[in-house]
């Protein structure tokens, strides 16, 4: 049986360390080598690939990034449907397939499955939105750098009296603005759950100024939205999925509480080093970990299945159920903003609207 | 109601954390201030409380160890019984105690229980093993920790070929040594649910090195026990538990090894620093779930559970159910082991014995 | 003899060891405790202080930030002169003051010292460039985080073969530019000490991926600015000290490259978490040496002095020769920047202009 | 002209850097490879060296440890003299050598200039005590973990009154030791520049105490040695170059305290950690200015130099002056201790005996 693996969509840490943890597991449990497509999907369309053995994969496991590269699906993916991957999978000989990515990879995984090819999916994404698994690979990292900015920006907040406003990842979930909000200790939360009410924001913030805490801090998760029609200036321009077009919403929501508070007020858009570095130990082992599952799901005739982690243990979860959902934070999850942030007041005022 | 909180056994990461989402969720959804007792069960035994209040708690979320202070259980707490404990706790007009801690803590939390006052108990300990929950808290800094000493002995290893060995905590479970190991690609692990064979080890390490790979890394779990009788000069000397005494399980088996294998060889032993520092932003998010949650459950009548985490979600589970019991890694959490690094083989063969 | 500290200026990390070995010192060698002003000189004008002792500076350590807080000078300091201040001195009884600042303190100090008030002065900056000392309270912790920026850059940009720009801070001086870029391994660094050719550099860039390396990472100091007039874009407006004003170099450039390589461009702004966050060890080490050479200085008459490290030694240098001048990088230190990056040819052509 | 490099004595972090540094520029400045010797003198010795190019070194500049392997000189190197050496660099056509090591390195590079072979040395070594630089590669690094070391006993020291013993690397000089605890904040400092009293010690310790503060942390450098004859069970074995036997100071002290004092006392030996890792901003520069230096060096005739690094800027010193020499802490750099740490008043008491 020959295994290829790839991964695609945006790129975090811990991906290195579930393709060591593919290769070495196929190489133990099938006695095989391992191919590799280069650039995600696009690899096997372009038929560019490399062998991967056990002395390819020395020394990757702490490396960030991907060994392989990646890439947003081609361009012509999902017109051309599932064939042309089929044919270049049979010329290369591969029997199944381990595709590590997000939303994206799993749309195409689901094709592939139903189109009869043996595939599983490792779910990776900084957003931890992937639907059937509790934790994806690259999450952990990247909460641990965002709570990192979090406490950076206290102690500059605390010396100036002033209002941080921090933008981290999270178009459609609050996990990683949610997670380091309450890791850091952050006044204010906005994720895309919940419409948030600026006005009311900011009077939580003069509160809690008049209450003799001078300095705060505001996570605003780039997926954030305001309640409709309570920021004129506010455009949701849409994506061509109807979806509001990201940008901005951290120097938006700095320079409208700066406006209504009066406080001297920063923003950071912590961007990119977001998904980059080496991958926390946490991260590391959730990739190993279905990593290798992955391995004996595809022997054990486990194909079409997301390979997730919940509850400590690895959970197999039929793709066709998974594509094209969404893991947002639940109503417990928001409610325990409350008494962490400020949060939470805003929640129960925007729902009396 | 009032509420009173206390953290028990060893320190970790996180307890601060935990305190502070108690103190912050019984002011915001009971409106009260909290009673913390000092110094473990020693403090309400002695009397010995301060009024903790949000100001109180300020700045804590990100700092190491316990405000209260902790310590090993009274020496007389078992046989005095409960009585003592909640004559104070009356005197002090608490109606309801939040319990942090391990093993002891839990029992000491048991029999309050049993004898009718109302308490929960939050899993604390870096060995990872309280049973009921997935995970504890101290677990992922104790764990980073453990991964950045491995790093760190990988360099040196593989600069002058040796063979590394690092004892790590773990007395009954081996979830830190088997979690390092995994995140920092050891040669082997050596946990205390799988007696080990320093033979077989040693063989598997010998045939690394023919392979080309001069540097290994053996990560040893304190509690870690060989075969019987296969080490003349491992003396399996028991506490007044019955337990193998702990202390240089390590360097025995580095001393081993290097003459078994004839290889350069160096022991660390980690220690205390395994237990302090800033928790990890998963820490600190853990800490703050059970912490608020322990606050919830006895505002609505879920004393004597233990307050757990699994599958992201928070968990209520019996007290009287989880006490005396030890989480260990699961046959599927072992068998991981086995493509990550050589221990698998040993497993085997040491089954076939 | 009476002593008193303040932090002015922008805030770093390191200023609470500098507060600390200052009261320790002052205690073990003066008996004395140290009035601490609030908010910089602000504090003194506001007569705003409180007493600092052993106990108040606890714990302080490795905390950032400072507890006195900080602030840009007040607006009318400069056209009131040094006398208000001295008079609050008096009321105080304050007999020497230690002033914890960069350019703008340095400023305040001088006068002072001139007009015969005791008063040593300590470099803290993220910018590095205080003249007369080798090293500035702050510096390291900045770099060690623009450099951890840098790494994290380089695993998303080899992931998806990008060129990723990141903009650090540095007004005047590229310290911190050059010593991220050449921590971290970027392919190119533009200062402010050196006009930069943005034709060039994509030249450079253009060749270095026809070499087969696909990933490249551009920082750039806040200061930097283009050769004149090759970039027609390029507003250099000035502030009211004549002086180019900041802000949105990175993204200029990032734009810039893009459009001149054609290849995918990413451009991170580093902002406030630069500033922020516990001191490294080296930054807590040099703001102990000078926080406890300060106390040393004014006990033996070294009034007037900039207290420096130079060579691992403490040294003093008048104030008055050092106000208003900036510590550039040196020739010899950008030479050192070619083989590292490719900027070094950016050098050479621009310097045949 | 043809150069080769190698890496001799204990590893640490920032050889890789360096080593990038020696092959960019002799690229960049001579347009030449460069030749890699295997394993320190001993690649020399056995004709073991590979070729490094710009492809070769690529990425390692943030990989702790030596790709070239190091090690303690060759057995017979001292007696068999510089021949050997000189005979196999001409029959591998080198021209000039850069040394990268410590002690024992300079002893052979010495020996190598006066035979007439053109070497400059790189100082590098966890213990800071080249002489003729400020600052040796490794250091920061080993500074950064040994602080972090103290840094997570704090916590745990404090959550259980306890008394931590930090034994750290350190033979000759303290400046580890003495970093570390100050930039940690420990109660006291052991340092082979001072013999220390252990009496006094556990004086200090409990009058520290009776003020209310019942944690402390006590650095002891594994060159630390007792007063002459003023602890019994102390046994300066010597070895066989006269200097006292390592190994064990810390434990001692540990257990003397523990006696002294009747505080609970813990002792931790950091061990190996400190040398590995992925070297710090600071250790990366400093490696990549002297790295590219000693190609200036050699290209400008400056053979039988060490390359140094002292006030920010590169200095050459005649390896003959400085071969055999130690760097200790001065005078100065000790009385620093005593008000940042109780160490002081232990320095005066036993410069009265």
């Not at 934790?135 to 907040?157: E, I, K, N």
């Not at 009410?197 to 003799?212: E, N, V, Y």
Request: with cysteine; proline share 4%; hydrophobic share 40%.
């Amino acid at each position: 049986m020959r295994i290829a693996v790839l991964t695609g969509g945006g790129d975090c840490a811990g991906l290195n360390a579930a393709i060591r943890a593919v290769v070495r597991t196929a190489r133990h449990r099938l006695n095989t080598d391992v191919v590799g497509y280069q650039r995600g999907w696009n690899g096997i369309l372009e038929g560019d690939s490399i062998l991967l053995d056990n002395d390819t994969v020395r020394g990757v496991l702490s490396h960030g990034g991907t060994m392989l590269g990646t890439s947003r699906s081609h361009p012509d993916l999902l017109q051309r449907g599932a064939q042309p991957l089929i044919d270049q999978l049979r010329r290369d000989q591969v029997d199944a397939l381990v595709a590590i990515g997000g939303d994206g990879t799993l749309h195409t995984t689901k094709m592939l499955h139903e189109a009869g090819f043996p595939v599983v999916a490792i779910p990776k994404t900084i957003d931890n939105d992937v639907f059937g698994t509790d934790v994806c690979v690259g999450y952990d990292t990247a909460l641990t750098v965002a709570t990192d900015a979090v406490d950076r920006l206290h102690t500059t907040a605390e010396s100036h009296d002033r209002l941080m406003v921090l933008e981290v990842m999270g178009r459609h979930a609050g996990h990683l603005a949610a997670g380091a909000g309450i890791a850091g200790g952050a006044a204010a939360v906005l994720i895309p759950e919940q419409p948030f009410d600026i006005d009311h924001i900011a009077d939580q913030l003069i509160r809690r100024h008049q209450d003799g805490r001078n300095a705060s801090i505001v996570v605003v998760a780039e997926g954030a939205t305001p309640i409709p029609d309570t920021i004129p200036e506010y455009d949701p321009v849409v994506d061509h999925w109807g979806r509001p077009r990201l940008g901005g919403m951290g120097e938006l929501v700095g320079r409208l509480l700066a406006k209504l508070t009066g406080y001297e007020t920063r923003t950071t858009v912590l961007g990119h080093i977001q998904r980059g570095g080496s991958p926390t130990a946490s991260d590391r082992l959730v990739a190993s970990t279905v990593g290798a599952a992955s391995i004996e799901a595809l022997a054990s005739g486990g194909g079409g299945n997301l390979i997730g982690i919940s509850n400590s243990k690895v959970t197999l979860r039929p793709i066709t159920e998974i594509a094209g959902k969404t893991r947002r934070l639940s109503r417990e999850q928001i409610d325990l903003l409350v008494p962490m942030t400020t949060a939470a007041d805003m929640r129960r005022r925007s729902s009396n609207r």
